[in-house]
């Protein structure tokens, strides 16, 4: 099946009304999300992924009253079938491993890509399920095959089953239920109960998780930023010239603490120094995206290829800008301002196709600009 690019998948409702009145708000159920959905990606799609290294996966059980997970990567012999259980595999990243689900990923767009994260998809037997839990992030569950029931509680605290091997929710009080068919979505805001048990044999659900990172390792991460970007003289020392005899010597004076204090207050960053740490946080790939560089290329066949294929950004790729700086994973573009509206095309739509009447001069520079891209596998070339 493929997805138009005009698809709207919030159903009768606007983006805007579900930005201003759902979005971290309360749980929304949207039927026919997507009318007569028949899912591309199917179980054995994920079986064969999960056998590679460097995919995040698990498989959860519950069995002998206990709720137990192994991860991945699994090999053909585990024979899923045979499992006397229901039992669930969920798979991260599949964007990063099939063209639908990136392309599904895309129908998301009106959240920014800053806050975007990745595609999971979860398979299950009937009765299969990871029991009840809560999210510290945004989730759009999509129903993508068979059909699975969503409990959803109201509770403000739970409790957590600490003998489990992951984290369920044991005083896990209902609210509301529903049972979703494929083309259905739920979405849930952040710390909101929910517990999905499948209904069928063939249960597949796409999950659209969303980047939240702890305000600790965005206060850490800058800590560690700015230290390799003080904008101080590294050469003062610290100085008392009016120093005088105290009577303990073993004693932090409060005009030492003082002076301490004074020069804590010194640190400063500026404008450009914050958007430039912000840009590459925001840009970091995940620890298991690994980018495989191709045989190299001179500028002038490159040059040639932009101007008669398409340059796309790999699935694993994150870039973003703020003005005109750019930045991707994790690493800043320098372009001339005038080149901006290109880097921007390529960051929005994750793909860019140049003109073939743009001028030679023009040509060069983007080519300069967009080469290294290529040669470190951040970006190819489709037909």
Same mark, same amino acid.
């Given at each position: ?15 805007? /009304? ?14 026919? +999300? ?11 799609? *994920? ?16 069995? !002998? ?16 079938? !045979? ?81 489990? +091997? ?10 509301? &239920? ?26 597949? /659900? ?30 003062? *020392? ?33 404008? &450009? ?9 925001? /840009? ?10 191709? !045989? ?7 040059? !040639?290829? $932009? ?5 796309? *950004? =790999? ?8 003005? /005109? ?17 290109? $880097?921007?095309? *390529? ?11 743009? =001028?030679?001069?023009? $040509? ?20």
């Amino acid at each position: 099946m493929r997805i138009h690019h005009k698809t709207h998948i919030l159903g009768k409702i606007s983006v805007d /009304t579900f930005l201003k009145k759902y979005w971290q708000k309360k749980p929304i159920l949207i039927r026919n +999300a997507i009318k007569n959905f028949k899912s591309p990606i199917n179980e054995k799609d *994920l079986f064969e992924i999960i056998q590679n290294e460097g995919v995040i996966s698990r498989l959860i059980a519950y069995k !002998k009253g206990m709720w137990q997970v192994k991860h991945g990567p699994f090999k053909k012999s585990d024979l899923f079938k !045979k499992l006397h259980m229901p039992w669930t595999v969920l798979v991260q990243n599949v964007n990063h491993h099939l063209p639908f689900a990136e392309s599904f990923l895309n129908l998301f767009k009106f959240i920014p890509y800053a806050r975007l994260d990745d595609l999971m998809v979860s398979f299950a037997t009937k009765k299969g399920s990871v029991g009840p839990h809560f999210d510290s992030y945004d989730v759009f569950l999509f129903q993508a095959l068979g059909e699975r029931e969503w409990k959803i509680s109201a509770q403000k605290e739970f409790s957590l089953d600490k003998k489990s +091997a992951i984290k369920i929710i044991s005083n896990f009080e209902c609210k509301n &239920s529903w049972v979703l068919k494929p083309g259905d979505m739920l979405y849930l805001p952040p710390n909101v109960g929910h517990w999905g048990i499948s209904q069928s044999d063939n249960c597949l /659900t796409y999950s659209v998780g969303f980047r939240a990172p702890s305000v600790f390792d965005i206060q850490s991460k800058f800590l560690d930023f700015i230290q390799d970007n003080l904008i101080t003289n590294k050469n003062d *020392l610290y100085k008392d010239p009016n120093l005088s005899k105290q009577k303990n010597p073993a004693e932090i004076t409060s005009n030492m603490i003082k002076k301490i204090r004074q020069t804590a207050n010194q640190l400063r960053w500026n404008t &450009s120094l914050l958007n430039t740490f912000t840009g590459q946080f925001l /840009t970091e790939p995940i620890e298991s995206a690994i980018f495989h560089p191709p !045989k190299t290329m001179k500028l002038e066949i490159f040059k !040639k290829n $932009l101007l008669i294929k398409s340059l796309k *950004l =790999n699935p694993k790729t994150r870039m973003l800008f703020i003005k /005109t700086n750019f930045y991707i994973n994790g690493e800043c573009i320098k372009s001339d301002k005038k080149y901006a509206l290109y $880097l921007k095309q *390529l960051a929005s739509n994750r793909k860019i196709s140049l003109n073939s009447n743009l =001028n030679k001069a023009d $040509l060069s520079a983007l080519g300069v600009i967009l080469l290294p891209l290529y040669l470190s596998g951040f970006a190819d070339f489709i037909q």
